[in-house]
């Protein structure tokens, strides 16, 4: 059976039409003041310096699929989001929210792993996939594309197979988990008649 599918065009998703974006993590400024000639309870401000931030140079990284799948308790409980993981620590700490199989091993020294989860969804055809991944050479800074694959809200209401898609990715960089994760989503909705 053939199914069309809708794609949501790229001016549609400069207005916020069939995507999203979000962002996960902090990142860090550091400003120096300088208090040198300034004495405590003086009306005189004290002089500061801050060093401009870089500007982003983002470039791709490479990146190989650790878990992708319909049903995670994750995207069940909490909802659609998105994840990064640092460190072996924060690796087992997750896992176990996710599946009850033995987690995949990621040498963290070399690598990270970036995930992304639908929300509880109709339809048994939904899954998401991450695109591709690009890496702030100036910071900790990730940016990833993902895309949803989901039935049209229209035809959701005849649809008794609920979903929890997710795909959780291992990239070729490491990070700290000091800076932002972010994430644009698109939506591809199935025209079925």
């Known amino acids: 059976m053939f199914r069309p599918l809708l794609v949501a065009a790229v001016g549609c998703l400069a207005v916020g039409c069939g995507s999203s974006r979000s962002t996960v993590g902090s990142t860090t400024s550091a400003a120096v ?14 002089p500061t310096t801050s060093t401009p931030p870089q500007p982003a140079a983002f470039q791709l990284v490479s990146w190989e699929t650790v878990d ?19 460190s072996d620590a924060d690796w087992r700490a997750f896992w176990p929210t996710h599946s009850a199989q033995p987690a995949p091993s990621v040498d963290f020294a070399q690598r990270s792993v970036v995930g ?33 694959h989901r039935l ?42």
Request: hydrophobic letters at 35%.
């Open 152 to 193: 049209g809200p229209w035809a959701a209401s005849t649809v008794r197979v609920t979903t929890a898609p997710f795909h959780l990715v291992s990239v070729d960089t490491p990070v700290s988990g000091q800076g932002t994760l972010a994430v644009e989503r698109q939506a591809l909705l199935d025209m079925e008649v």
């Open 116 to 148: 992304s989860f639908m929300a509880l969804t109709p339809g048994s055809t939904n899954h998401t996939s991450v695109l591709w991944v690009e890496r702030d050479a100036n910071s900790d800074d990730l940016r990833v594309l993902v895309r949803e």
């Open 33 to 46: 003041s300088s208090t040198s000639g300034t004495s405590v309870g003086s009306s005189t401000p004290a």
């Open 68 to 86: 992708q799948g319909v049903q995670s308790p994750r995207g069940q409980t909490l909802g659609a989001h998105e994840l990064q993981v640092a």
